[in-house]
């Protein structure tokens, strides 16, 4: 799909705070792209609020033409991109730093990744799938923001978060959409989650030595699995993406480009 197929958004930008507007229709929903999409984001008309009293799919359309710049071209992931509201993943000091192509801090020293490391993965992920994934699994809550987007490219999203506070704070952030095929979990991602297996894709937002072996059993014979992995061995800190195909003939493992991401670790807290 090429950007000029696109509805237009409306073209105002409007960073005021506080002040909620008049009731408006779904602000950025999935008002284009596959129609499976289309049905998952449920913003009821005339929401009362903008969240953060930011009126932002002008800015957040202008994000999804960055990305398609950068090179990304699956056009459920562009639209899934401009359908969730990122500014509502992210404190409110931070929300006009929203649609930057930056991680930002979301309390207890993790980050919500770059709109562009979120697209790059989900296009990876998804490698050319003409419709919606099946099950997927999200290694890493965090803020939900990941989640939310997931949640759009496939028929049921499972993700899980080892930080209490990011998993209660994630239930918080996505309650809006109602997002009926996300399924938010606490507890050690280390093990993945076998009571959803096989998995079409898993991805993970937190980077280990090595890919949990839990993670490989879990994923279907033809699915992908997605995940950044420190490069050599010891603190070096060098992360690249990490790209794993379950084939019949066995696994394809690819490494890609350096990526920065939190550490992942064991148990919860
Ligand atoms: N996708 C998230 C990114 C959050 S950062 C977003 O959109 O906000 C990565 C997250 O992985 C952190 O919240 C961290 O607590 C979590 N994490 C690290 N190790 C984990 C593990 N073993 N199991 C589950 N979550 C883990």
């Not at 959803?196 to 090595?210: C, L, Q, S, V």
Request: one cysteine or more; glycine letters at 12%; a positive charge.
């Amino acid at each position: 799909m090429s950007m000029k197929e696109r509805p237009s958004f409306p073209a105002r930008l409007d960073f005021s705070v506080g002040k909620p507007k008049a009731s408006r229709p779904v602000s950025g929903g999935v008002a284009h792209g596959a129609g499976a999409a289309r049905q998952a984001v449920r913003q009821p008309a005339g929401a009362p609020s903008q969240g953060h009293g930011m009126d932002s799919s002008a800015v957040r359309m202008n994000m999804v033409q960055k990305l398609a710049g950068q090179g990304i071209t699956d056009a459920l992931v562009l639209s899934a991109m401009g359908a969730i509201e990122r500014h509502r993943f992210v404190d409110s000091a931070l929300v006009n730093q929203a649609y930057e192509d930056t991680s930002l801090p979301i309390g207890l020293g993790q980050t919500i990744s770059k709109p562009g490391v979120v697209s790059r993965m989900a296009e990876l992920l998804r490698n050319g799938a003409s419709g919606r994934l099946g099950r997927v699994l999200e290694i890493g809550t965090g803020c939900g923001y990941q989640a939310a987007v997931l949640s759009l490219l496939a028929d049921e999203v499972y993700s899980i978060e080892r930080l209490r506070g990011l998993h209660d704070k994630a239930r918080e952030n996505l309650r809006h959409l109602r997002l009926a095929n996300l399924h938010l979990l606490f507890g050690d991602g280390m093990a993945g989650y076998a009571k959803g297996a096989p998995y079409a894709a898993i991805i993970a937002a937190a980077g280990g030595e090595a890919v949990p072996q839990a993670w490989v059993d879990q994923l279907a014979v033809g699915g992908r699995l997605v995940a950044p992995v420190s490069a050599g061995t010891g603190s070096s800190g060098k992360q690249a993406l990490m790209v794993i195909d379950k084939t019949a003939q066995g696994l394809r493992q690819t490494v890609l480009e350096a990526v920065h991401f939190v550490p992942l670790k064991s148990g919860v807290a």
